[in-house]
C-alpha cells in the first residue's frame, strides 16, 4: 500500500522518496530516485528510477521517463516507461505512451498513440495487431 509509509509501524518499502500534494505548482526539470507521489500541478519533466504515482488532482503536461508510470489524474505529454505504464480508472491521458506494458482500467481515457516497446535495452518496437469485435 503506497500509504504505509504514513504509519507508526514497518514501512513496507524502503524505496519511497515522498510525494508532493494538492496545492503546490511546479515547474522544471525534477528527478526521483525512488517511489515519488504527485498530486499537483507541473509543467515539465519527470525522471523517476522506479515508481512515479500521478494522484488523481495530479495535472501534469511535459514529459514522463520512468521505470513504472501510475496514472489517477490528468497528463499530457510524451511517457517513457521501462517495465509499465498504468492508468488507473479515473486518468485521462493525452499524447504518447512508449512502454512495453500498458494496462488501463475501465473508465480511463488514452487519447494519443502507444509505442509497444521490447522489453530488452535495445528499445525494439513491437507490433500489436489489434482486432475490434464488435459485441453482440
Request: some cysteine; hydrophobic content about 40%.
Amino acid at each position: 500500500m503506497p500509504w504505509g509509509m504514513l504509519s507508526r509501524g514497518k514501512l513496507e518499502t524502503a524505496d519511497w522518496t515522498g510525494f508532493i500534494d494538492e496545492g503546490a505548482k511546479l515547474e522544471g526539470t525534477f528527478e526521483f530516485p525512488g517511489t515519488f507521489r504527485l498530486n499537483c500541478r507541473v509543467k515539465g519533466t519527470l525522471i523517476s528510477e522506479q515508481s512515479l504515482i500521478l494522484g488523481e488532482r495530479a495535472e501534469v503536461d511535459g514529459r514522463i521517463d520512468g521505470n513504472v508510470v501510475v496514472i489517477s489524474g490528468k497528463f499530457d505529454g510524451i511517457i517513457v516507461a521501462r517495465s509499465r505504464v498504468q492508468l488507473e480508472s479515473t486518468a485521462v491521458v493525452g499524447g504518447e505512451v512508449h512502454t512495453p506494458c500498458l494496462v488501463m482500467e475501465p473508465g480511463a481515457v488514452f487519447d494519443g498513440k502507444c509505442h509497444m516497446l521490447s522489453d530488452t535495452s535495445d528499445r525494439v518496437p513491437v507490433t500489436v495487431p489489434v482486432r475490434c469485435v464488435p459485441q453482440s
